[in-house]
């Protein structure tokens, strides 16, 4: 299986700030990664997918870089929208396929 | 618009079977890949399995041997069984469309397992 590991696990920032999520993969996968955010209660929503590339409906604020096995997250000017949990997925292999273990952005 | 809604028993005894059903609307069910995904309160993504776009299923391998994702093309449906349950099977259960990536999601469904 190839392993997401995500870093920080947590992350404290305030609105207006830029924050960077890190995720590495276990062997090289391309740009094969997406990114999520979660909300309390609700459904992971897609970010970014193939590494950069922005979904439809999703702010420029959030970018996406990295290939082979390292790659980030940057959210730029936070939003109180912003504060939520957010995951990598690989999709290189799908045997299987696998999400980082999350990383949250709270309120400082 | 896409839309995907879980549906079944919210708690299952130990050594049971789970059963969930997805509902589809909105789309051209048969020319996608369909997911089940999970998360254990408080914790992470798991995938679980999909069913494809010509009914092949493919499962996680930690799971595999008690789980069987089908479809039912003409209700567009598709339906997930976990067998011989146990409390770390207790988690809430998404289901998903599956473009290797997903791009939508059902609300989720909390399975409990409990005797």
């Known amino acids: 299986d190839i392993q997401m590991t995500q870093s920080p696990s947590t992350l404290s920032a305030s609105v207006g700030d830029s924050v960077t999520i890190t995720c590495r993969a276990s062997?090289?996968?391309?740009?094969?990664v997406a990114w999520y955010q979660q909300k309390p209660g609700k459904a992971p929503k897609l970010l970014i997918y193939?590494?950069?590339r922005l979904e439809s409906g999703v702010p420029p604020r959030f970018t996406g870089s990295g290939s082979g096995t390292d790659f980030t997250l940057t959210i730029k000017n936070l939003q109180p929208d912003d504060f939520a949990t957010y995951y990598c997925?690989?999709?290189?292999?799908?045997?299987?396929?696998?999400f980082g273990g999350g990383t949250t952005v709270d309120i400082k | 618009q896409v839309q995907l809604r879980e549906s079944g028993p919210g708690l299952v005894k130990p050594s049971e079977t789970l059963s969930l059903n997805c509902t589809v609307s909105g789309d051209s069910f048969s020319r996608y890949t369909w997911s089940w995904i999970r998360q254990p309160p408080g914790k992470g993504l798991e995938w679980i399995g999909f069913v494809s776009d010509v009914g092949k299923a493919q499962y996680h391998s930690s799971l595999k041997g008690r789980v069987t994702i089908s479809r039912d093309t003409a209700k567009s449906q598709f339906y997930l069984t976990v067998n011989s349950v146990t409390a770390a099977d207790t988690a809430v259960y998404y289901c998903a469309r599956d473009r290797s990536t997903f791009d939508y999601w059902g609300q989720g469904i909390l399975v409990t397992v409990s005797s």
């Open positions: 193939t590494a950069t």
């Open positions: 062997q090289s996968i391309n740009s094969w």
């Open positions: 997925q690989q999709y290189a292999s799908f045997s299987p396929l696998t």
